[in-house]
């Protein structure tokens, strides 16, 4: 890791952590009182110099395994430009949506996440149920070409849960500073490491009202001095997932960035029918896929459960007093004798009759035109055992892969 070097002479540094707390205490009052860009810049660096923020740089490898997830409601799209990829984008760089997290006035950021369901709870009006969209974008490695390594700031918590991308990475946060700031002597480091601290505290756990501080943050990032009309050359913040309890991530990109070297790769329409707090369900109504640079065509998802196939992948046999399940009101009687020669009936049985449940069980197929969709269901079956005295009923859990043939309509315009 190639790693930015500081000189003692050229930085101005705080003398305690409580001189520290009292410069974010002030930068809140400023936010609250007049959230002025402005001024909570030159208030933070008429005390500190620096901006410590992690820095990592990232290459091809790593950006061909990654698809970005960005999550808008149905009332923020506009149904005549449903084949635009541009309306799943960011919004124009230069209209005023307010102050957000990472974003200022007249400054958008394209904002992201590493994974749908966490691009979904990050989305604005997901309290409700209703209807959504998500894009999936991926970058232009050929375009990246001659960009490539990319230097990406990354605000972080080292307590990161394990599951987060950025969890090893949180760990070595003293690494960074300790070689970045190698020619300062112990106690300025110590400085710097909690400066840090609280930029990344502040950021991850502040309220809208305090979003003045966190948009200066990523803002200075994302468009400060070296990056320009032509070259972006710090496109990418990454911070951790606050609606998921710090799970995976999201990103704030620069929307030239965006523009210039990703691509939108495909769109899925769908329903909320229920929303919890590590998740939701929902209903998939179409999908899409980009046919041009500017392009996207819609499709109807239609598979076809009636010549679905089914491979067994677990049977748990154990024994009970009573009927836990019955099809059509009739006991599923079998001899254990028999087991291997009724066992496949009995499961061709429960999915012919159940098939519908299991379609509304099929959910996003990671945004895939497969010709065949998987899904993994559990069910039970009972039969009898008649070699006891008195019988017995044989409860079998079963979880079987189902592969279902899908087509794809597309829908005209």
Not at 310 to 322: A, F, P
Request: proline share 5%.
């Amino acid at each position: 890791m190639d790693l930015p070097s500081f000189d003692p002479k050229n930085i101005k540094l705080p003398k305690s952590t409580a001189e520290i707390d009292k410069i974010f205490d002030e930068l809140k009052l400023i936010a609250r009182s007049k959230p002025d860009y402005q001024v909570i810049k030159k208030a933070y660096f008429d005390k500190v110099c620096i901006l410590p923020i992690y820095t990592i740089k990232v290459n091809a490898d790593e950006l061909s395994e990654l698809f970005i997830y960005r999550s808008r409601s149905c009332e923020q799209i506009d149904i005549k430009k449903i084949n635009n990829i541009s309306e799943f984008g960011a919004p124009p760089i230069n209209k005023d949506c307010g102050v957000g997290r990472a974003n200022w006035r007249c400054r958008n950021v394209f904002y992201g996440s590493d994974c749908i369901e966490t691009s979904y709870l990050e989305s604005k009006n997901n309290s409700t149920e209703g209807e959504f969209y998500i894009s999936r974008w991926s970058f232009n490695l050929g375009k990246l070409s001659d960009y490539i390594p990319i230097d990406v700031r990354v605000l972080l918590k080292e307590d990161l849960p394990s599951s987060n991308p950025l969890h090893k990475i949180a760990k070595s946060v003293s690494f960074y500073i300790e070689k970045s700031f190698h020619e300062f002597d112990f106690e300025q480091k110590e400085i710097i490491k909690y400066i840090h601290e609280i930029l990344c505290e502040r950021f991850l756990s502040a309220n809208k009202i305090d979003y003045p501080v966190t948009a200066f943050i990523a803002d200075y990032q994302l468009f400060n001095s070296s990056n320009s009309d032509d070259v972006v050359y710090f496109p990418i913040l990454i911070y951790p997932s606050i609606g998921n309890g710090y799970r995976s991530c999201n990103y704030a990109i620069h929307p030239r960035f965006v523009y210039n070297y990703m691509n939108l790769d495909r769109v899925v329409h769908f329903k909320v029918e229920q929303k919890g707090d590590n998740g939701f369900e929902y209903k998939l109504i179409k999908l899409a896929k980009r046919i041009s640079p500017s392009t996207i065509q819609w499709y109807h998802l239609n598979p076809n459960i009636d010549k679905a196939t089914w491979l067994i992948q677990t049977v748990m046999c154990g024994v009970t007093e009573r009927i836990l399940y019955q099809f059509d009101g009739k006991d599923n009687e079998f001899e254990i004798e028999d087991l291997d020669e009724s066992f496949p009936k009995m499961v061709n049985q429960y999915l012919f009759t159940n098939k519908n449940s299991i379609m509304e069980s099929i959910t996003i197929p990671n945004m895939d035109f497969k010709d065949t969709l998987s899904l993994t269901h559990k069910f039970s079956l009972i039969g009898k055992d008649k070699s006891t005295d008195p019988i017995k009923c044989i409860r079998l859990s079963v979880t079987v892969l189902i592969q279902i043939p899908v087509e794809y309509s597309p829908i005209m315009n």
